[in-house]
């Protein structure tokens, strides 16, 4: 699977981040993800200002910015995981002037769920690992004691990066629905349940 190329689409708590990390590791890809790499740099000032500005707010950093993270990244890399890119249709168009994709994945999770999962979600900022308030409580005491939360996680940037989704990133999703291209897999369950399904649907695929 050197050379594979696959998109994974899905809200924000979809799981994209979980699934394409195990992705990566289990099928020998690259993991490209535009969310942490704008992470590892929000306060770097662009002519646009710095990422934070978008970010803290639920915002979509301008496509200037990202479009150039996502061709290095892609054309440093073999096969890929794209997760967190395109969130809108100019992103698509960028993206299929410099790539092809061979399976695109959107997982399906129910809004409710959504909202759950990210204003629950902490993380171990040591090892970059997430948990739950509620679903995935470490053992460890020091690790529960330094988890912290996302600074988008909160309720109020959830909702809004929710509207921002439906508005700039479903038009996405029915791009490719309409191309004939997109795997719909069911999003819910647990992280393991969500790997086997979306694996499936790559080898069967590949
Ligand atoms: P994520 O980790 O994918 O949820 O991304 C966190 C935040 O990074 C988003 O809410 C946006 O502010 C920004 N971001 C990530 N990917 C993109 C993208 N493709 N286009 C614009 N902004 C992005």
């Keep these: 699977m050197a050379d594979y190329h696959v998109l994974l689409l899905g809200a924000p708590g979809a799981g994209k981040g979980t699934q394409s990390k195990r992705l990566a590791e289990a099928f020998d890809l690259e993991h490209v993800t535009t969310g942490d790499a704008l992470r590892a740099n929000k306060d770097v000032e662009t002519e646009y200002g710095t990422p934070r ?7 979509l950093v301008p496509d200037e910015v990202v479009n150039e993270i996502v061709e290095e990244a892609l054309s440093a890399a073999d096969g ?3 997760d967190g890119y395109p969130r809108n249709l100019s992103q698509a168009e960028y993206l299929s002037d410099i ?6 994945v959107y997982l399906d999770v ?7 999962r990210l204003t629950g979600r902490r ?7 997430i948990y739950h308030v509620e679903f ?4 460890d005491e020091a690790v529960r004691e330094r988890l912290v939360q996302r600074d988008d996680d909160t309720e109020e940037t959830v ?16 791009h ?15 992280p393991d349940e969500v790997f086997d399904r979306v694996a499936e649907t790559i080898r069967e695929r590949a």
């Design 110 to 116: 129910d809004e409710d769920e959504l909202v759950r």
């Design 80 to 82: 890929y995981v794209l």
């Design 53 to 59: 500005e978008y970010m803290d707010a639920g915002e």
């Design 136 to 139: 995935d409580v470490p053992d």
């Design 176 to 190: 490719y629905r309409e191309r004939g291209e997109l795997v719909e897999v069911d999003g819910e369950g647990s």
């Design 123 to 129: 993380l171990d900022p040591e090892t970059g690992d």
């Design 99 to 104: 790539t092809d994709l061979d399976a695109v």
């Design 159 to 174: 909702r809004e990066r929710l509207r921002v989704y439906r508005e700039s990133t479903e038009p996405v999703i029915e």
